[in-house]
C-alpha cells in the first residue's frame, strides 16, 4: 500500500475492543450489509425471512466479512421513519439467531436510537453504527458509557428528515476535520475510545462532495481512528455512471480499490467477495 498512507496509519493501533469482541484491523476488513428494512434501495440486500438471513450471512462470512451490519431504519432519501418498536422488531430476533448460529462472527447494528442500541448490544451486538454522531438522539451516549461496544461515528448534518437536503460547504475535509474533532473529543469525555470514522457517502453532500472526499481521503488518517468507507452501490457511483444500484458493483469496486490505497480500514460493502478481493490485490502491492 502507498507509504505515504502508511505512515499516517492510525497511531500504530491496529484493533479496537468491541464490547467482548476484537476488532484485529492489522489488515483492511469487509462489514457485510444486511438490511431487514423491506425499503433499501438497494433490493438485492433486503433480508425477507429467516432462511434467507442465514444464507446470506452464511456467505458473507464464507467470503471473509469480518463483521455483519444489520439495520432495521432505512435511511436512504425519502425513506419513511419507522417506530422504535419495529425497529427493535426486526433487529433484535435477527441478532439472537445470527450470534447463536455465528458465534465467532463481530456484529454491527446501524441504529441511532439508544433504546435500540441498548436491546442489540443485549442480543448479541458489537458494535454501534451511528448515522447521526449521536445527533438524532442525545441519549445514545449514556449506552456507549455504559456499554463498551464499538462505535462508527458517521459525519451528517442536519436531521433525519434534511440531512439528505444540506450540504456542506466549500472545503469538505476542512469540515470532516472539524466535525470529528469535536465529536471525538466528546466522545473522549465519556471514555469511549474504541471509534471508527465514517466520512457518510451520500448523506450531506452534492455527489463532487463525495468524490472530492474520496480524493483525499488520507487527510483523515491524522485523526488517528481507523476510517470506514460505505460508498457500495451508493448514487455517487449509479448516477455517475447512469446505472441502477443493481448494475454497480463494477464501479464500487474500482472506488473500494481508491479507499483502500488512501488508507481505508473497512469496507462496507454489500458484495462481500468482491470487496475482498479488491483487498488482498491491493495487499500483493505492498
Known amino acids: 500500500m502507498n507509504s505515504v498512507v502508511e505512515d499516517k496509519h492510525f497511531s500504530g493501533n491496529l484493533g479496537l475492543q468491541c464490547g467482548d469482541k476484537y476488532l484485529d484491523l492489522s489488515s483492511p476488513v469487509v462489514m457485510g450489509i444486511l438490511n431487514l428494512t423491506p425499503d433499501s434501495f438497494y433490493s ?27 439495520g432495521g431504519f432505512s435511511t436512504r432519501p425519502g425513506a419513511q421513519a419507522v417506530s422504535e418498536e419495529d425497529e427493535i422488531a426486526r433487529i433484535v430476533p435477527a441478532l439472537k439467531l445470527l450470534s447463536k448460529t455465528f458465534p465467532d462472527t463481530l456484529y454491527s447494528v446501524d441504529t441511532f436510537r439508544s433504546t435500540v442500541a441498548l436491546r442489540s448490544i443485549e442480543s448479541g451486538a458489537h458494535i454501534v453504527n451511528d448515522i447521526s454522531g449521536l445527533q438524532f438522539d442525545p441519549s445514545l451516549s449514556e449506552t456507549l458509557k455504559n456499554h463498551h461496544p464499538g462505535y462508527i461515528l458517521m459525519h451528517v448534518k442536519g436531521s433525519f428528515e434534511t440531512m439528505h437536503k444540506q450540504n456542506m460547504e466549500d472545503d469538505p475535509i476542512a469540515e470532516l476535520i472539524s466535525y470529528f474533532n469535536e465529536k471525538l473529543t466528546e466522545l473522549k469525555q465519556l471514555g469511549v475510545e474504541n471509534v471508527l470514522l465514517d466520512p457518510g457517502f451520500g448523506f450531506s453532500k452534492e455527489i463532487p462532495q463525495n468524490f472530492e472526499i474520496l480524493k483525499s481521503l488520507e487527510q483523515l488518517m491524522e485523526l488517528n481512528h481507523p476510517i470506514l468507507v460505505g460508498i457500495s452501490r451508493k448514487s455517487m457511483i449509479y448516477k455517475t455512471l447512469e446505472l441502477l444500484p443493481e448494475e454497480a458493483l463494477n464501479g464500487t469496486t474500482v472506488l473500494h480499490t481508491v479507499a483502500l490505497m488512501k488508507g481505508a480500514s473497512v469496507l462496507r460493502a454489500h458484495d462481500v467477495k468482491e470487496a475482498m478481493e479488491a483487498i488482498r490485490l491491493i495487499q500483493a502491492m505492498s
Do not use: T
Open 44 to 70: 438485492g440486500s433486503r433480508m425477507e425471512n429467516e432462511k434467507m438471513l442465514l444464507k446470506s450471512a452464511e456467505k458473507m462470512i464464507l467470503d471473509g466479512a469480518s463483521i455483519l451490519d444489520l
